[in-house]
């Protein structure tokens, strides 16, 4: 397979590395020329001093012959522009690093569909870390069934209430209360649902967005 | 999108024809450009900033003119104005030929003043065809 990665900043470095090491041919374009002098040694010659959002730069490298092209400079305009161009140019597979999150709808809509965004990826670790606001999928059971953790929290609809009252999506039950001093209780009816209670819920992978409007509400953990 | 002197300069014009116009830069230095007279907003901003062309008002917009510096800035920003907010007509600068070529071919109308100032310097000169 035949890579062109456009920036050799430390993604660019790094993901040619790797690439060199996995027997793909390589070829680093970093517009820098002391910067490109200076990974060009560590990378066995593989990287070219220019401009990758230049038509004739792209055309020089054997754009024509590329299986995929990887954008990966800090700056989402020049990442787009090369993505735009090697795509023009008929290379099958693009790829682009997004630094800003919001500006990954664009590349969506410009039909550039793998974009890989460093600020969503940690947010989305942020976000599995957060257990006061979130759902946490605790296992995969049989037949497209999931088995989830719920904690309440002070907004929570259902604080208050009994499990019988609260109306779940279908073909899901709460299973298991585990309460804040880490007593397990099978739900009743005269069980009353209080913050800081861990419901262990089974549910449809398909009714996970309904199951967490029902029990956490609205606005769950990070809106981004 | 580019108070520079070609943006101020249509910015004047159509603000003159009785036209709503908004102009937007990043550096409100760049207004001094515009004339005494000039009845249009002046917003202070990215133009590569979603939010920033939303509150600009992008999306009641007929026209989008990106001329700033950079030809990628405003490929960026041309491609928000057409895909985001659906403006009809969109004017991207593109000073690399090349580029602006393939722009083109991807939804926009664009403007090389390389090429466009090369041919105009080059009619200037007598006997300027085959030798």
Known sequence: ?224 | MGCGRTGAAIAASLDQDGHSVTVLDLNAGQFRRLPDSFGGRMAVGNGMDAEVLERAGAREADAFVAVTQGDNRNYFASQLAREIFGVKNVVCRTKDPERGEIFGHLGLQTYSPTSAGAEAILAMLPNSGPA
């Open chain 1, 1 to 224: 397979m035949y890579v062109i990665i456009a920036g050799g900043g430390k993604v660019g470095y790094y993901l040619g590395r790797e690439l060199l090491s996995g027997d793909h041919e390589m070829l680093v374009i970093e517009r820098s020329a002391s910067r490109a002098a200076e990974i060009n040694d560590l990378l066995e010659g593989t990287v070219q001093q220019g401009d990758a959002c230049e038509a004739s730069v792209l055309d020089g490298a054997g754009i024509a012959r590329a299986d995929l092209v990887a954008a990966v400079t800090g700056d989402d305009e020049d990442n787009l522009v090369v993505c735009e161009i090697a795509r023009y140019r008929g290379v099958p597979r693009v790829l682009a690093r997004v630094n800003n999150p919001t500006n990954a709808l664009l590349f969506q809509k410009r039909g550039i569909e793998t974009t890989v965004s460093a600020t969503e990826a940690i947010l989305s670790q942020i976000e599995q870390e957060l257990p006061v606001t979130s759902m946490v999928p605790v296992m995969q059971l049989h037949q497209g069934l999931e088995l989830v953790e719920v904690r309440l929290s002070e907004t929570s609809p259902v604080v208050g209430r009994t499990p019988r009252e609260v109306l779940l999506p279908p073909e899901s039950l709460i299973a298991l209360i585990v309460d804040s001093g880490g007593v397990p209780r099978v739900p009743g009816a005269d069980t009353t649902l209080t913050v800081g209670d861990a419901l262990v819920v089974v549910t449809r992978a398909e009714s996970k967005g309904m199951l967490q409007e029902a029990l956490i509400g609205g606005a769950h953990g990070f809106d981004t």
